[in-house]
């Protein structure tokens, strides 16, 4: 039993955030929800060059051979940014899958998937694939993987409260894949856990240093019990979702068998602390939190869309519950 | 990170499991808080100590094995989960011991600690005063100094099992001038001190369990001062350390919980129609326990790194006092009519349960201190 990431890990980590901190700040993000495409300009290149894009390819295919112990820290970074890039999509479930699919279609997409040079969308069947017209192939994810090229699809648009995710339905060509779906239906879970976790860190910490700084009746808010203690308990909400997002990038990396339960454990923990982390968040900032023009909302919006996507907390409780027996 | 078990690891879960399967009373023991349930439990914790299993991190010359803190959270799960009874000497154990390690001097070491792992001599918290609570620093009980021994007056109250405790660990007022914080001591009382007297009270459960001490000219020899005469603060907060942290409640008490509670669903929704609500409820405590377990690994990786337990122990302090009224208050729900009656155990587990958001530390000083000095909101 060791819970402790290893040095490269934690650099990896740092070097993402230190990218995320000096090229995807709230004005990035913003241009992210008013363009065309629900994405930045030259984030995914940069992460690409720093091999993160690939990095859950084998390295026999120009990959890092990296697994969701080694994303996980990353998919948290990424919530703390609000980073409007497919990393859960492309990384975190479409590379592996295709990985583990081999086969012709692995041999016509994978290395460009790798490279950055083809994008790679992911959705739950009947469900919307996020950002499917900037993708290049989409894995719809049901009792079995349909792989979808988007040239010749059809796409139906449907807006989402978070204006940089770009919710698509898709229909078209497909080739039935042979990777698990259970699988990689848990990859995506997994990893929209470890994003809320990123999320609701950032909610919190933004709104811990709003608190210190907003003065009424002569002292700072956040020096009132009543706040103190709304922020507390998001901070508790955190503290246990983060480790149990954390496992079950292990478990998933592990081939663990109670993996789909754990993977429930930690999405629900964690759809629940990004929600309660948005709600305190908005109601310590008060009205000013409550505005467009304020950046608060960025976060907010993503985190009650990733808390709903892959399963909402009350799913995977079901989930949970069917795993126990009862 | 490997968040499987290593074989060595495995070894030992199967050692404890096996010794615990052949040993746990197949009768529960009369209640810890009653003078000859008090006293059964004493017997019980000779035989763990005998058999090498009461303190399982501690030194060797102590009467432990030296087991690295993962191992002792796996005799944790394996204790719990097997249904032994709970442990009468676990304020010395896991409140006193930690700061007697820290702070104690090699003599106080030798004196106290295996006798306190037999269970020889079991300990009793005096810290609380009827007008001190959860503002420690507002005790009074002075102790003062005449040549080589301390002169106690004062009151201490809520001590548990305080009645049949062999010693207490006291903090006490050693500077007649001081206030607050400055001038306390930490001292060690044994309980057949002259001038020292414990009157039981009866707790929520009926049950003697908490006692009064009242001091009366109680003579105690500075060989059984704990740290420094005045640093008593500096000391008691160490102690306070593991009391919401790792060392009191491990995880695997809220596994064994949690999973007696899928059980008692199991049965329930066998015998009559589920329902979906209460179910979620069930899950709802399993969860939690698993939250706390991989929470505490995480947090055993980052003290194994070297990095101290610190104000973080109140986030597993307010986690596991809540989750267990939860998961009592969710057996009771499902036993309806029934729940009431107290030969089930759980409503005797959700009486002791709500103590556990009061003591300790309330959990509304905990949540002052997770916002104070782990989020860094200003103190006023």
Redesign the interface.
């Known amino acids: 039993m060791d819970f402790s990431f290893s040095d490269d890990q934690i650099m990896f980590q740092e070097a993402v955030r230190d990218l995320l901190a000096n090229e995807c700040p709230p004005e990035v993000v913003r241009s992210a929800w008013e363009n065309d495409t629900g994405r930045t300009d030259g984030l995914w290149r940069a992460l690409a060059e720093m091999g993160v894009v690939g990095m859950t390819a084998p390295e026999s295919a120009g990959g890092l051979g990296m697994d969701e112990t080694d994303l996980v820290l990353l998919l948290e970074e990424a919530g703390r940014a609000a980073l409007p890039e497919p990393l859960l999509e492309h990384t975190a479930v479409g590379i592996p899958t295709l990985a583990e699919a081999g086969g012709s279609i692995a041999e016509a997409w994978l290395e460009q998937a790798v490279a950055g040079e083809a994008t790679l969308g992911a959705g739950a069947d009947g469900g919307y694939a996020v950002g499917a017209a900037t993708s290049d192939l989409v894995l719809l994810i049901g009792d079995q993987i349909r792989a979808v090229p988007v040239a010749g699809a059809s796409l139906v648009e449907h807006q989402s409260v978070d204006w940089s995710r770009r919710l698509f339905e898709v229909d078209g060509e497909e080739v039935v894949l042979d990777a698990d779906p259970g699988l990689a239906f848990d990859r995506a879970a997994g990893a929209a856990a470890a994003q809320c976790v990123g999320v609701a860190q950032h909610l919190l910490d933004a709104t811990v240093e709003y608190v210190a700084q907003r003065y009424q009746f002569g002292k700072p808010v956040g020096s009132y019990q009543a706040v103190k203690h709304h922020l507390a308990n998001a901070a508790l909400k955190i503290e246990f979702a983060r480790p149990t997002a954390r496992h079950a990038a292990w478990c998933i990396a592990a081939g663990d068998p109670d993996r789909s339960r754990d993977v429930s454990l930690a999405k629900a923990l964690a759809s629940e602390a990004v929600d309660l982390a948005a709600r305190t968040a908005l109601q310590c900032h008060g009205a000013i939190g409550y505005t467009f023009e304020y950046d608060l909302h960025l976060w907010m919006k993503r985190g009650w869309a990733l808390s709903a996507a892959w399963g909402d907390a009350a799913w995977h409780r079901n989930r949970i519950a069917a795993a126990l027996g009862i | 990170?490997?968040?499987?078990?290593?074989p060595a690891?495995e070894e030992f879960r199967d050692e404890a499991r096996t010794w615990l399967a052949e040993n746990v009373p197949a009768e529960p023991l009369a209640s810890m808080d009653t003078p000859d349930g008090f006293e059964e439990h004493r017997e019980w914790e000779h035989i763990l100590f005998d058999a090498g299993w009461a303190v399982v991190s501690w030194p060797e010359r102590y009467g432990g094995r030296e087991a690295p803190l993962?191992e002792w959270l796996i005799f944790e799960e394996e204790y719990w989960a097997s249904g032994a009874p709970g442990r009468v000497s676990s304020n010395g154990v896991s409140l006193l011991a930690p700061t007697i390690f820290d702070f104690g001097t090699p003599d106080q070491q030798d004196r106290f600690l295996r006798p306190m792992a037999r269970g020889d001599e079991i300990w009793a918290q005096g810290w609380s005063e009827p007008d001190a609570g959860s503002d420690l620093a507002g005790i009074k009980t002075k102790a003062q100094r005449d040549g080589e021994y301390f002169v106690i007056d004062g009151q201490k109250t809520w001590c548990s099992r305080g009645a049949f405790a062999d010693w207490f660990f006291c903090l006490v007022r050693t500077d007649p001038d001081s206030e607050r914080h400055a001038g306390l001591s930490y001292l060690l009382v044994p309980a057949d001190t002259e001038g020292l007297e414990a009157r039981a009270i009866g707790r929520l459960d009926g049950e003697p369990g908490f006692a009064e001490l009242f001091f009366d000219g109680a003579r105690v020899h500075e060989r059984y001062l704990l740290g420094g005469e005045g640093e008593g603060w500096a000391v008691a907060m160490a102690t306070t350390g593991s009391e919401r942290g790792l060392n009191l409640r491990a995880p695997g008490r809220f596994m064994a919980a949690a999973d007696r509670l899928?059980g008692l669903?199991?049965e329930l929704?066998d015998s009559g129609s589920?329902d979906l609500d209460r179910?979620?409820q069930?899950?709802?405590a399993?969860?939690?326990a698993?939250?706390?377990r991989?929470?505490t690994?995480?947090t055993?990786?980052?003290l194994?790194?070297g990095a101290p337990i610190g104000s973080?122990a109140s986030?597993m302090k307010?986690?596991w006092s809540e989750l267990d009224v939860e998961l009592h208050a969710t057996a009771l729900r499902l036993l309806g009519r029934d729940g009431e009656r107290v030969d089930s155990s759980w409503m005797d587990g959700y009486v002791f349960a709500l103590s556990g958001p009061i003591y300790a530390g309330t959990n509304?000083i905990?949540?002052?201190i997770?916002?104070?000095r782990?989020?860094?909101?200003?103190?006023?």
């Open positions: 990170m490997d968040l499987s078990f290593t690891e993962v899928v669903y199991q929704a589920p179910r979620d069930v899950v709802g399993w969860m939690g698993q939250a706390y991989w929470q690994y995480a055993e990786a980052r194994r790194g973080e986030f307010v986690l509304e905990q949540r002052n997770i916002s104070e782990v989020l860094g909101l200003p103190r006023r």
